[in-house]
């Protein structure tokens, strides 16, 4: 997609008219020092596309370094598991990526990426934490289902779907659903 061609688009288009007028920044925190991340080739693409976005959309985009081993009670706060997590912040609604969610991979082997995704999962990442309203796909489990393939769920975080799991013999569907899978 590239910062320059769709993937600026796409945020121009869909992401910032939902931050019109509120002066906030989208705040994208690496979870280690710059020096550090661009040392591996797998985190640098990562810090080349955030720094890329940062420069095109300094207006809208704040690059932060947050090291998670002099701050880990905040790091916790936001869900972090590794030093290599990506957290994504506006309007008090923060998410937090992996790693291994910038690139795609074949059978789940996330040690030998076959391709960078990075400015999809960044751009969709995106728009999740500035519109306030995301829809929200809830997969149900312990029913016998089986969710063979993590892509599905990647599919409908990059449409937006804030997507959560649910046990139909535990509890009720939940008012905010607005799609229901039961997957095989």
């Not at 400015?119 to 809830?138: F, H, K, Q, T, W």
């Not at 289902?145 to 409908?156: F, N, P, R």
């Amino acid at each position: 997609c590239g910062v320059g061609g769709g993937c600026g688009k796409y945020l121009e288009d869909k992401v910032f008219p939902y931050m019109s007028g509120s002066g906030e920044k989208i705040k994208i925190i690496l979870c280690d020092e710059e020096r550090v991340l661009d040392d591996e080739l797998a985190t640098k693409y990562v810090l080349n596309t955030v720094k890329e976005l940062e420069e095109k959309y300094p207006e809208k985009i704040e690059l932060t370094h947050l090291n998670v081993w002099e701050n880990p009670k905040l790091a916790h706060s936001y869900g972090v598991t590794s030093d290599t997590d990506v957290i994504f912040t506006y309007g008090g609604r923060h998410i937090t990526l992996t790693l291994s969610q910038f690139y795609v991979t074949t059978g789940g082997d996330t040690e030998n990426p076959t391709a960078y995704n990075g400015e999809r999962r960044i751009s969709s990442a995106m728009l999740r934490i500035v519109r306030e309203d995301n829809p929200v796909c809830y997969f149900t489990v312990n029913h016998g289902e089986t969710l063979g393939d993590a892509e599905l769920i990647s599919l409908l975080a990059d449409a937006g779907y804030n997507c959560d799991f649910i046990d139909l013999t535990e509890s009720d569907i939940p008012s905010d659903c607005d799609l229901l899978l039961t997957v095989n």
